[in-house]
């Protein structure tokens, strides 16, 4: 499987709610990152959480790092219709002095209004 | 302000035809450069990434090829398109400390 797999690969949820994401990824990686994607549209960059770090936070966004289970989680509070996209989760691996980003396959977040 | 500029928005092109797809990025200076495909409802697939002018680094072996000419100018060319390079395909430069991605708008290429 690949590096970052995202779970679920759908998620639909009513506005206001709360969504959240996983990702796992399988070698060491100096940070992992999450990005936004619109239907037809380019990624948009998120959030960056160092290996170090095991929390974050950015607005509605919280991003968690284990490094151990080799897994993060973004959750989306008080979720809004204009939320939905899909979310690609991408790391940056050691050994590549994290020049390169490797993505997973995204979850496809639909929030209904 | 950086910015980054990808054309053509869509494209339709007939099997056996050349492709060339450029990208440009304003307000930086040797940034790193990406080529990155996309099939319908999946992630991305690195096929290209620069680090300088003519410096070029291929992920994957396939029909396609990339050229750096200039500083801020990356472009993904085929001599002859196959059905299976179709696909969203998206253009980045490595920003803020060379850590975080900035992606263009996209090319959707289809080939028939």
């Known amino acids: 499987s690949q590096q970052g797999e995202e779970d679920p690969q759908a998620l639909s949820i009513q506005e206001g709610e709360n969504a959240t994401m996983n990702c796992s990824y399988k070698?060491?990686?100096?940070?992992l990152q999450w990005y936004r994607q619109n239907s037809g549209r380019g990624l948009v960059h998120l959030i960056l959480?160092?290996?170090?770090?095991r929390e974050k936070h950015s607005g509605r966004l919280r991003v968690t790092l284990d490094t151990s289970k080799k897994s993060s989680s973004l959750l989306i509070t008080a979720s809004r219709a204009a939320d939905t996209a899909s979310y690609f989760c991408?790391?940056?691996?050691?050994?590549?002095?994290?020049?390169?980003?490797?993505f997973g396959e995204g979850t496809q977040l639909t929030v209904n209004p | 302000s950086q910015t980054i500029h990808q054309w053509p928005a869509t494209l339709v092109q007939p099997v056996g035809s050349p492709l060339s797809l450029e990208c440009t990025v304003e307000g930086t200076s040797n940034p790193n450069l990406y080529w990155y495909r996309q099939a319908a409802g999946r992630g991305l697939q690195l096929l290209f990434y620069s680090v300088g002018i003519g410096q070029i680094s291929s992920e994957v072996p396939q029909n396609l090829s990339a050229s750096r000419p200039q500083d801020r100018q990356f472009i993904l060319s085929s001599k002859k398109l196959l059905l299976s390079d179709s696909g969203f395909y998206l253009c980045?430069?490595?920003?803020?400390?060379?850590?975080?991605?900035?992606f263009g708008s996209g090319t959707q290429l289809s080939v028939l």
């Open positions: 980045a430069w490595m920003g803020d400390n060379n850590e975080k991605l900035f």
């Open positions: 070698t060491s990686i100096n940070n």
């Open positions: 959480i160092r290996s170090n770090e």
């Open positions: 991408a790391t940056a691996r050691l050994e590549t002095s994290g020049s390169r980003l490797t």
